[in-house]
């Protein structure tokens, strides 16, 4: 598949039309208004590890670790159809540091005005040498200036230091990450670009899990995760976990109490007969009904030498705890709703 068609096509199901907070398919006069749907896969392109950003011009842009060489970024207006813009970096501005690893798990942030992008550099078995490195961009289709390697494992201490996630909390400013060897977080400098000098690692979560993501909903906070094998196409068994807090730094419960610090966990997402090994998911994005939608990555059984596609699901909240629907990933669903 060349570049030159990659970028021109648009990956979806239907555009977009616009939806209001009576578009729940109930009778309205004489008419029933009609649901759309979508159809999983929403990217049917190795893609994996996605972070997603809702940028000042309306449209909600991808990054994924680079199976496309540089980094890739796709644009939506509904996080259905999706058409690829080009990549983070070139190979002239891509990052030196760690020269023979490849560009992993992206997270994408608007922090002071400008776009930041988080990521991993990182080879298989480089578990000492890997890192987050760090690079900026006034603009979400880039180009993104590298601002190099914020840590690696053997500095800061941590073994296979990959799977970034930055959070804001109280005027402060986090970077979590992890990977089978515990979950940290740290406080980060004003910019988000460097580690906040002084400040001292935290551990969140034991062995279980990489791929942090905490959302922050009412009172609690919650860590999600990734535990399993991520990359052995249909034999995966990727799934996605969590816990929640009162606190950002902890501890994480499950239902029952327990600590993830002790490597427990609730299952909100796992494989089956339609996908294998889903995870890594992205922020969640609130449409504006004010439904919580989560873009993940999986094998599509039926094409798993496809690689990690990109798939999306709804989760509601049901007593205060996350859910999707059968803890599996959905064929077809009703579309987010934007009113573009």
Request: net charge negative; charged share 20%; hydrophobic share 35%.
């Amino acid at each position: 598949m060349t570049l030159s068609f990659l970028v021109s096509i648009t990956l979806g199901i239907l555009t977009s039309t616009g939806c209001s907070s009576t578009d729940d398919g109930q009778p309205q006069g004489n008419e029933q208004v009609k649901k759309e749907k979508f159809q999983n896969p929403i990217i049917p392109l190795s893609l994996p590890d996605p972070t997603v950003v809702k940028a000042d011009d309306g449209f909600f842009y991808l990054y994924a670790t680079e199976d496309i060489r540089n980094l890739p970024i796709y644009r939506s207006s509904d996080l259905v159809s999706w058409s690829f813009v080009g990549t983070a970096f070139t190979d002239a501005t891509r990052p030196q540091w760690n020269p023979n690893g490849g560009i992993w798990a992206p997270d994408i942030n608007r922090i002071n005005g400008r776009y930041v992008l988080y990521y991993a550099k990182s080879e298989w078995g480089g578990e000492w040498t890997c890192g987050i490195g760090v690079a900026s961009s006034d603009n979400p289709q880039g180009p993104f200036t590298d601002h190099g390697a914020m840590f690696i494992s053997e500095e800061i201490g941590v073994k296979n230091s990959i799977d970034a996630f930055y959070i804001e909390d109280n005027g402060k400013k986090y970077l979590f990450w992890g990977s089978f060897r515990g979950i940290y977080g740290i406080e980060l400098t004003d910019d988000g670009l460097a580690i906040k000098p002084g400040s001292k690692l935290q551990k969140i979560a034991g062995e279980q899990m990489e791929a942090t993501y905490i959302h922050k909903r009412g009172d609690y906070y919650y860590l999600f995760g990734s535990a399993g094998s991520c990359c052995e196409g249909a034999k995966s068994t990727y799934r996605v976990i969590y816990g929640r807090s009162k606190s950002l730094f902890g501890p994480y419960l499950t239902k029952d109490g327990k600590s993830m610090l002790d490597g427990a966990f609730e299952v909100l997402l796992h494989g089956n007969s339609f996908v294998a090994g889903p995870g890594h998911n992205s922020e969640f994005i609130t449409d504006d009904k004010g439904q919580d939608w989560m873009i993940y990555h999986g094998y599509l059984m039926a094409d798993p030498d496809a690689g990690r596609q990109v798939f999306m699901d709804k989760v509601d909240w049901i007593d205060g705890w996350p859910q999707v629907a059968g803890n599996v990933s959905s064929i077809e669903s009703v579309k987010p709703c934007f009113n573009n």
